[in-house]
Antibody, heavy 117, light 107 residues
């Protein structure tokens, strides 16, 4: 069973910044696309960003483009999400997930980001 | 952007009965790149089905997916209390990947 562990969630004021991390030691990290998905309280799931295995290609949902940056450190087996200029609507549980040929087959337990003054 | 609409919003089922969940796409989903997830309260989503009809590792065979193009179905045969959860469909055929709004299954 694959284990992904997110961290970094916190309470932050609107306009503030936060950096999330996702780590694992359970699989060949550098072989897989990695994705961030978020879920606002009591709401559905929203794909946020995906990064390719080499850390070269990034994809983002329109609502976070220019504010969020995904990165990875394959040697350190970690995925990060730098979130700037945070808004109330960014409040959510943020999950990292492993992709196998586009399929989100393993998920972390999530980390809660709350944007509020 | 492909919009996925799930129905019904809530499905109440008695133990031992079958449940049929629908996911309709606003555009054709190429290669049937459609997945289903189960999410229980306080837990992260769990992959049930991918490629519209292939069960993920460890998923009981009472979960089955079907459909193609724009209409997809997740069927749970003989539901049990452990199947009480939210179920989401998601496409991965293009960007942005989108999810349906979910169906709540109550047992």
């Amino acid at each position: 069973e694959v284990h992904l562990v997110e961290s970094g969630g916190d309470l932050v004021q609107p306009g503030g910044s936060l950096r999330l991390s996702c780590t694992t030691s359970d699989f060949n990290f550098y072989h897989f696309d990695l994705t961030w998905v978020r879920q606002a309280p009591g709401k559905g799931l929203e794909w946020v960003a995906t990064m390719d295995p080499l850390g070269v290609i990034e994809y983002y949902v329109d609502s976070v483009k220019g504010r969020f940056t995904v990165s990875r450190n394959n040697a350190g087996r970690s995925l990060s999400l730098q979130m700037n200029n945070l808004r109330d609507e960014d409040t959510a549980i943020y999950y990292c997930a492993r992709e196998t040929l586009g399929v989100l087959d393993s998920w972390g337990q999530g980390t809660l980001v709350t944007v509020s003054s | 952007e492909i919009v996925l609409t799930q129905s019904p919003g809530t499905l109440s089922v008695s133990p031992g009965e079958g449940a049929t969940l629908s996911c309709r796409a606003s555009q054709n989903i190429g290669h049937n790149y459609l997945a289903w997830f189960q999410q229980k309260p306080g837990q992260s989503p769990r992959l049930l089905v991918y490629g519209a009809s292939t069960r993920a590792t460890g998923i009981p065979d009472r979960f089955s997916g079907s459909g193609s193009g724009t209409d997809f179905t997740l069927t749970i045969s003989e539901v049990g209390p452990e199947d009480s959860a939210m179920y989401f469909c998601q496409h991965y055929s293009s960007l942005p990947r989108t999810f349906g709004q979910g169906t709540k299954v109550e047992i």
